[in-house]
Nanobody, 121 residues
Framework: QVHLVESGGGSAQAGGSLRLSCVAS????????MGWYRQVPGKQRELVAG???????NYEVPVKGRFTITRDNTKNATYLQMNNLKPEDTGVYYC???????????????WGQGTQVTVSS
């Protein structure tokens, strides 16, 4: 079993900053891609930022230049630094990891429990 635990959400005013953290634990052979998704009521979960095992990153257009995703493979962790926050960044942020586990071929998606980010104008 693999568990992802997120932390760092909360409230901020527009223009402020927040940093999200996600740590994976459990029966992990290898973590491949990791990412942060945002979900707002009535909409599907959307990818905000992703990072490969080797550090290649990708971002949704509205957050480019404001958000930075990083990871620490030694800690099975990923982080999302969010600067110059805007009200439209509000939502529940979920950490995702694509994980290889011992004795079972393939990679499997695991999700954190979600952390609320609220940005006020």
């Amino acid at each position: 079993q693999v568990h992802l635990v997120e932390s760092g959400g909360g409230s901020a005013q527009a223009g402020g900053s927040l940093r999200l953290s996600c740590v994976a634990s459990g029966n992990i052979l290898r973590i491949n891609d990791m990412g942060w998704y945002r979900q707002v009521p009535g909409k599907q979960r959307e990818l905000v930022a992703g990072i490969s095992r080797t550090g290649t990153t990708n971002y949704e257009v509205p957050v480019k230049g404001r958000f930075t995703i990083t990871r620490d493979n030694t800690k099975n962790a990923t982080y999302l630094q969010m600067n110059n926050l805007k009200p439209e960044d509000t939502g529940v942020y979920y950490c995702n990891a694509r994980v290889g586990v011992p004795s079972i071929p393939g990679n499997y998606d695991y999700w954190g429990q979600g952390t609320q980010v609220t940005v006020s104008s």
